[in-house]
């Protein structure tokens, strides 16, 4: 008979590989799987860097968890000692009234977080190369920034290694059964079989879980030359999310090593298989879409130097979607990030951890179960 694991992860880049850490930490004998070897190129987790925010646009629901990351990606960092978070501040920026900006400063004061509020033309006198009227208004998160999500993930995959965790990379999970209370999991090369599974598989969950009412977005991000040092990290430029008229919303970050990376959160192609997530500069639109923010409200980018694509697992209402499978609650699932989750990877694994290993879970996912959409 195949051992059991307590705990097999199936997808292991950014909620995966924290989970399996996290698990090990427990004591729980855990597997992780992929379809290649993380940190990799055939998800959501690549392209360097992650911004993470505090005072959060997108609804004070992913407060809790939220500050819980940030001291998590502390803790990381100063057991490890590696490049992980970067605390650059962050600026947000939208027209006055909208809901993104108003979230954010009642997130910030309901959760008493350090900010600051700018006017149009005090964030202009602040950063001479952002250039907005006084129908915008910023809010300045002086203790947020950007994580380097890559380094993060090979992090989490080196202390789960040492602490004995099974890997098993380059083996793509073709089918998840159950026999009683055991889920047996097939890949290419061998049958395992799993006592908790976690099903974290990003873009493409539906291969696994068909019922996931996600849709893979393709999206890219570019670097450009840095033509004015103004613009760098080291100059005290900030990290940044704009949205411009209450429809495009832009994110960037401050300028290293001679390139500046920006790219917009909203847009992108739906898709519906991996071949279909192209190359960047396959769409015209590639090039383009951020020039409506490089030409009016942000100066001292120079020549486009490279990009690349990503995707995104977009729910039907941008929220994440965390789960246990219906009928098989030793099956869990992290979904639906769209776009906007690697921020949150730390603790998702650890909660996913917490369940996997049955201890009580204190934290309040109600707002993200899958039988919302129904």
């Keep these: 008979m195949a051992e059991i694991y307590d705990f097999v992860i199936i997808g292991t880049g950014s909620v995966g590989s924290a989970a399996g850490y996290y698990a090990s930490q427990k004591g729980l004998k855990v597997l992780e799987l992929d379809v290649a070897v993380p940190p990799h190129t055939q998800g959501s987790h ?46 947000n920026v939208g027209r006055q009234g909208t809901d993104f900006i108003e979230n954010v400063e009642k997130s910030a004061q309901k959760y008493q977080l350090p900010y600051e509020k700018l006017t149009g033309d005090e964030i202009s006198q602040r950063w001479e190369n952002f250039n907005f009227s006084d129908d915008y208004v910023g809010i300045l998160e002086k203790k947020a920034g950007y994580l380097n999500s890559e380094i993060a993930i090979q992090t989490y995959l080196d202390l789960a290694q040492e602490a004995g965790v099974d890997q098993r990379f380059d083996s793509a999970v073709q089918s998840i059964d159950f026999q009683d209370d055991i889920v047996v999991i097939e890949t290419a090369q061998q049958v395992y079989r799993a006592k908790n599974v976690l099903v974290s598989a990003g873009t493409w969950v539906k291969e696994l879980l068909p019922e996931m009412p996600v849709q893979p977005l393709r999206k890219v991000f570019s670097w450009f030359d840095v033509a004015d040092n103004r613009l760098n990290e080291d100059e005290g430029f900030p990290a940044y999310a704009i949205e411009i008229d209450d429809e495009q919303t832009y994110y960037g970050f401050p300028g290293k090593d001679g390139t ?13 298989h991996r071949s279909q997530r192209t190359p960047y500069g396959d769409y015209a639109s590639d090039k383009e879409e951020v020039l409506p923010l490089l030409l009016q409200y942000l100066k001292g980018v ?67 179960k899958l039988n919302r959409f129904e």
């Design 46 to 91: 690549h392209g360097q860097t992650r911004l993470i925010r505090h005072a959060y646009g997108e609804g004070e629901k992913y407060l809790p968890m939220l500050l819980r990351a940030q001291k998590l990606w502390d803790e990381l960092q100063q057991k490890t000692h590696r490049d992980i978070f970067h605390q650059t501040a962050l600026l």
């Design 260 to 272: 500046i990376k920006i790219g917009q959160h909203t847009g992108g192609q739906p898709i519906t």
């Design 302 to 368: 120079g020549s486009l130097n490279h990009g690349a694509s990503c995707t995104y697992d977009q729910s039907p209402d941008g929220d994440f979607i965390i789960d246990q499978l219906p009928g098989h609650p030793n099956v869990q699932f992290v979904t639906g990030l769209s776009g906007h989750g690697f921020k949150f990877a730390s603790v998702l694994g650890e909660l996913a951890a917490q369940k996997a290993a049955q201890e009580e879970i204190t934290t309040d996912l109600s707002a993200f």
